[in-house]
C-alpha cells in the first residue's frame, strides 16, 4: 500500500512569507505528526493530530500551526518566515495515537 | 518521556551482527522502546518497538534486561544499506505526551565492505 505521501518535496522561499506544506498518511491511519529536522536541533516534534483534533504540541512559536481534514490529511503552515526555519519537515501517520509512526521522505524548506 | 543514552558512534563489517546498545534507566513501567533509522536525506524509518519481552522481526531483534534498564538492537547479517543513524526512543505509554516521538542524537552505524 502506498506510504504517507509529502508535497512538494522541495521550496524555497523568501524571510517573511508564509507557506504551506502538505500530508497524506497511509490509508486508514487517522494520526499525523510533524516534525522538524535541523543539523543544529536534530528532529523536533512540532505537533500531532487526531481525528482532526490537535493532541499535542511542541515547544514551537505561534507561527507554526497545522491542521488536520476529515479524510485525515494534514497541512502544516507556517507564516512570517525566519532563515532560522529553513529544515527538513517530516511528516509521521500511526494507525492510532501510540501505534507505531510511518515517515514520509520530507518537504525540503530553504528560506532565503 | 525516559532519556536514552546511546554510543555516537559504530562500526560494522558486512555480514556479520551489529549489535546497537542503548541505556534508558529512568524508564517507567508503562513506557515502550521504540528503534527507528534514518538514511541521509530521508524520513525515519521503524524498524521494532517493545515493552518488557524481546522482539524479533523480519528487520531485527530487540532485546532488553530483564530491569528494562537498557537494551540492544541487533541487525543479524549488517549490509552496506543498513548505513544509517540509529535511535532508540523511550515513548509514554500514555498522557499527553503518547502521541509524541522525542528523538536524541543516535548512533551512526558504518557498515564497511
Known amino acids: 500500500k502506498a506510504g504517507v505521501t509529502q508535497t512538494p518535496r522541495y521550496l524555497i522561499k523568501t524571510r517573511g512569507q508564509q507557506v504551506t506544506l502538505s500530508c497524506s498518511p497511509i490509508?486508514?491511519?487517522?494520526?499525523v505528526s510533524w516534525y522538524q529536522q535541523t543539523p543544529g536541533q536534530g528532529l523536533q516534534f512540532l505537533f500531532e493530530y487526531f481525528s482532526e483534533t490537535q493532541r499535542n504540541k511542541g515547544n514551537f512559536p505561534g507561527r507554526f500551526s497545522g491542521r488536520q481534514f476529515s479524510n485525515s490529511r494534514s497541512e502544516m503552515n507556517v507564516s512570517t518566515l525566519e532563515l532560522g526555519d529553513s529544515a527538513l519537515y517530516l511528516c509521521a501517520s500511526s494507525l492510532v495515537t501510540g501505534a507505531e509512526a510511518f515517515f514520509g521522505q520530507g518537504t525540503r524548506l530553504t528560506v532565503v | 518521556d525516559a532519556k536514552t543514552t546511546q554510543p555516537t558512534s559504530m562500526d560494522c563489517a558486512e555480514g556479520r551482527a551489529a549489535n546497537l546498545p542503548c541505556n534508558h534507566s529512568t524508564i517507567s513501567g508503562n513506557e515502550y522502546v521504540y528503534w527507528y533509522r534514518q538514511i541521509h536525506s530521508q524520513g525515519p524509518q521503524y524498524i521494532i518497538h517493545g515493552l518488557k519481552n524481546n522482539e524479533t522481526n523480519e528487520m531485527a531483534s530487540l532485546i532488553i534486561t530483564e530491569d528494562r534498564k537498557s537494551s540492544t538492537l541487533i541487525l543479524p547479517h549488517a549490509t552496506l544499506r543498513d548505513t544509517a543513524v540509529y535511535y532508540c526512543i523511550v515513548r509514554g505509554g500514555g498522557g499527553t505526551s503518547y502521541g509524541k516521538l522525542t528523538f536524541g542524537q543516535g548512533t551512526i552505524l558504518t557498515v564497511h565492505p
Open positions: 490509508s486508514g491511519h487517522r494520526s
